[in-house]
């Protein structure tokens, strides 16, 4: 039954499946819904939350993989967020499904929980990976270094979902952050230097 929901997911996202779909999908009947999940709002959320199991492994898988040791901090970001982007492709109705949870989770909060545990887990990779680059020291400031690329994952996918076109590449993500540094270090060096009381 996870399969065809899935399936069906993939195919109508969740505002457009219905009981019927699912069962034609998964050679079940709609008996089986209610005996199993209960309901096919509990259904269709065990069928998301699977899927978004299923693109946050690759994610981790793309995240760990070996990168040029000499890229330093900027060129590895730029390397992780490219195979990042790759990925959005392959994943994309995983990724709908994503923002569909979003609203379906303001109406369940069994999958609300779910969600907010499932982003946990990846800010704590993301805090991993990117704060061993970054030098976070202690335990807020990896948790912070996770949640800025958290929100980068997820405006990212956005901005690619509506237009990838025009939705930026790793190279210009990295531009970004590199200009963004220089200005911060420009401003820091022209700040007059703080009176103490």
Known sequence: MLAGAKQCLYERGYGRTTARDIVEASGTNLASIGYHFGTKEALLNAAMMEMLGEWGQELERILA????????????????WTRVIESFEAHRPALIASFEAFVQAEHSPELREQIAAG?????????????????AADEATARAVGSFHLALLNGLMVQWLVDPELAPSGREMAGALRTILEGVRSAEQEAPPQTRA
């Open 119 to 135: 982003q946990e887990d990846t800010r704590s990779w993301l805090a991993v990976l990117f704060g061993n680059l970054a030098g």
């Open 65 to 80: 993989s070996e990168s040029d040791e000499g890229a330093g901090p900027l060129g590895r970001f730029e390397e992780v």
